[in-house]
């Protein structure tokens, strides 16, 4: 993780502007996070120091169940929050979230803007709006998997979590997440592969026609 400083976080503050956020000024305290794929924002379990925005790339947020299966529950994509749980909630269970890209977030720190984030009506606003449709894409996962076939899911899937054009997950994490068996997943890929949509390389995907990809993923949002 690396933490943006002088020049190169005033001009970063300066190409993203964060005052349609809130109502108060936050620029002097603000601060700048870089993550690279698979680095941690935040430890499962362990409270955030900040309140993160997320302003470039996208991340990954997973559970660990009592028996010690890990399992991935949802994203995180550019302009949305992470850490608005732990901020509303006194005692909340954080999850794990790790940046499945190069990922770039706004961090404001928590112990000093608690208070003016809890009662600044602009903020509280925005952020309702958000946890409403974070809310709605939840329930219309569970029901997609019983609504369309793996071929939509599995390319809406790809393209969440490709990173530069290349597909790296494991495929246990993505039948756990897409509640599909192993060799129906394997059988799925092949066929992405066959019809060129995707290209093997070592343990890792090539995408060589987004279009494709896209036109079965866009089922999902209709």
């Known amino acids: 993780m690396k933490i943006y400083n002088g020049e190169k976080k005033r001009l970063y503050l300066e190409k993203n502007s964060i005052a349609d956020l809130f109502s108060f000024p936050v620029e002097d305290l603000i601060e700048v996070h870089e993550y690279q794929r698979n680095d941690w924002i935040i430890q499962e379990g362990m409270r955030p120091d900040f309140l993160f925005y997320v302003m470039e790339g996208k991340a990954k947020i997973y559970i660990t169940h009592q028996n010690g299966k890990v399992s991935l529950i949802n994203f995180v994509n550019a302009n949305e ?3 608005e749980m732990e ?3 006194d005692v909340y269970y954080t999850k794990g979230i790790q940046a499945s890209t190069k990922t770039i977030c706004f ?3 928590i112990h000093y803007y608690r208070k003016q984030l809890l009662e600044d009506a602009k903020f509280l606003r ?3 709006k958000f946890l409403s449709v974070k809310a709605t894409e939840m329930a219309a996962k569970y029901t997609q998997s019983l609504a369309f076939p793996l071929e939509n899911r599995l390319a809406d899937f790809i393209l969440q979590t490709a990173d530069e054009g290349v597909y790296k997950e494991r495929h246990v994490t993505v039948c756990d997440y ?3 068996s192993y060799r129906h997943l394997l059988h799925v890929l092949a ?3 066959d019809k060129g949509y995707i290209q093997k390389e070592g343990r890792n995907y090539q995408i060589k026609q987004y279009h494709s990809l896209h036109e079965f993923a ?3 949002q209709n």
């Open 87 to 89: 901020l509303l909630h």
């Open 126 to 128: 925005e952020l309702t």
């Open 107 to 109: 961090a404001l720190p």
């Open 218 to 220: 866009e089922v999902l």
């Open 81 to 83: 929050y992470i850490g």
């Open 178 to 180: 897409l509640g599909v």
């Open 191 to 193: 066929q992405f592969c």
